[in-house]
């Protein structure tokens, strides 16, 4: 395929594997004391077999099973990736004067400077890759190739004490086996943690720091295609239907037109994931929409975001990122909506509309009931329901509100537009305002940003 070789489909497929290698690694908003951040490592987690056998619904081993078509000397390249924590931990020095040289004790925080450092589970990338003719496949049997990932410890020494990192050693298997069939071939890769450490009695938390976390494969053929496991063709379906897949999903990966590539991910796909092109990065959350998360990350007072940044590293250009993000970008973030039809119009960004929460809304709702505002940006959230952003007309606030992008939100049901308002599509070609950079604090009890 002339796929193979073309660098901006790799690209493409690399950006897809790694929003999977880093879903919910961490979580909006990006603080290790945030509730959601407390049980982290959500998907594709490989305990070692002494936890999984303690009933706590954890498994040790993944199994793909998919169909190829291949040719005469075909290979598959089996690429099993993988993330492996480090707890990071800080110690302050503790001086004993003359008894002695210093020594350290371990803390919860560390500050150096202006910046603070605190504990955290880190991760590190990892992956092993092994080239397989099908033909020995076929002839062989379970092919076992053994993984083994070097722990070890890592001290670096700032002012007022250090900062410690420790990996635990893992130890897996990649088994490989094909299966002819008529007309196709059906693959198995199986991943498993084989690691003889007693997690027994651990908690999950230290379990998971002897853990494959996101633990996904990528296989690649070399003179063959893949068939779809979701949509296959008629004379395979039976085939297909046979096929055992253990706490992984298999997809066609790549552009529409490439089937040399199937994904077996944590997560359920469809064949032909993409990031969306309007993406500016990585927010550790696949399932929401960039605007969003860019919303409620501009909201954060200056002290959450101080947290963020010492928590984690990928935190700290979440928050950069975001906050240097320009106009233009945000604008084409994936989430918005140019027009929305109210009361049999169309209103989008420059139209007028009257205010008219509902009761079961914010309390300070109330004070804008009847008010006439003007609609700064139009968006839809992840369920689909459309918010206006909207600035109240006369508000003294309303000047600031447009400088940083602070807006009150309402739904299509608690606006009507104003009576003889043109369509204002002049405003809506020049979207005064800025667009949607955030969002009145506290305006909605709930919490639902679009």
Known sequence: MSARGDAMTEEAVKAVTDAVLYEGYLLYPYRATAAKNQARWQFGVLVPPSYATTGTGEHSACRTECLCEVEPGATVRVRVRFLQSQRRTVEARVDPGEAGPADHREVGALVVGDEEILPWDEAVEREHEVVLPIEDLLAEGDRVERVVVRGG???????????VRRKHPLHAEVRCRAERLPGVVRLRVTVANTSTVDCSRHSRDEAVRHSLIAAHTVLTIDGGRFLSQLDPPEWAAAYAAECVNEHTWPVLIGDDARDDTMLSSPIILYDHPKVDPASQGDFFDACEIDEMLTLRTL?????????????????RRIVDRVEDLPHQPRQAMHGRVRVVRVGGREIGTGDKVVLRPAPSGDAQDMFVAGRVATVRSVLEDVDGTVFLAVTVDGDPAEEWQLDQGRFRYFTTEEVEPVAGDGPGDDARDGDPGGGPHGRARGHRPDGTVP
């Open 299 to 315: 909201t954060l007072t200056d002290e959450e975001k101080r947290q963020a940044r010492a928590t984690d590293e990928r935190a």
């Open 153 to 163: 410890e890592w001290t670096t020494g700032v002012a007022g004490g250090r900062v």
